[in-house]
T-cell receptor
């Protein structure tokens, strides 16, 4: 069965610093990979996704992630953190036979310190 | 274009009761998925419907059921509510296979 791990349930960065949120997955075949963001009392918003093709994926709000098959990782980065980036971030996977059955990681809460 | 809407937004029930939650997808979207979010278990996939047919199902007991109507609107039902069913229930819609899912704001259910 697929699973997703996110290293660090809580990450704090200073405003303007690099954001790095880690995600590793377990799957027998390369899955589809996603990063979602959730602001308080709201639903989830897709930041970016990897399906096929280029392994470096650019998303909204300046975020990007790189799919590394050899490391089974899909880490999320942003060069410069903004206060508005404070939120919960979820890494997720689905397989190519049931794309809409998405398995989420436990989430990482990002705090941005002014 | 209007986003995914879920009703009601908040709900309080007592143990043993049943509840029905509603989800209206984005116009033109035919796939609707449901998720349960709790502090302890995180986000868990419940089921997914496409053109009124359940295509995928998560590992939840039979007390959790759903359906989709011809206009793509979906409902999920939980019977014989338990305290552990207290959660945020999220609905997501997409055009279909391989397309991006868009999430609604969720229905927060509290079981007393």
């Amino acid at each position: 069965a697929q699973s997703v791990t996110q290293l660090g349930s809580h990450v704090s960065v200073s405003e303007g610093a690099l954001v790095l949120l880690r995600c590793n997955y377990s799957s027998s075949v390369p899955p589809y990979l996603f990063w979602y963001v959730q602001y308080p009392n709201q639903g989830l918003q897709l930041l970016l996704k990897y399906t096929t093709g280029a392994t470096l994926v650019k998303g909204i709000n300046g975020f990007e992630a790189e799919f590394k098959k050899s490391e089974t990782s899909f880490h999320l980065t942003k060069p410069s953190a903004h206060m508005s980036d404070a939120a919960e971030y979820f890494c997720a996977v689905s397989d190519k036979t049931s794309y809409d059955k998405v398995i989420f990681g436990p989430g990482t809460s990002l705090s941005v310190i002014p | 274009k209007a986003g995914v809407t879920q009703t009601p937004r908040y709900l309080i029930k007592t143990r043993g009761q049943q509840v029905t939650l509603s989800c209206s997808p984005i116009s033109g979207h035919r796939s609707v998925s449901w998720y349960q979010q709790t502090p302890g278990q995180g986000l868990q996939f419940l089921f997914e419907y496409f053109s009124e047919t359940q295509r995928n199902k998560g590992n939840f007991p039979g007390r959790f059921s759903g359906r989709q109507f011809s206009n793509s609107r979906s409902e999920m039902n939980v019977s014989t509510l338990e305290l552990g069913d207290s959660a945020l229930y999220l609905c997501a819609s997409s055009l279909g296979y391989g397309e991006t899912q868009y999430f609604g704001p969720g229905t927060r259910l509290l079981v007393l």
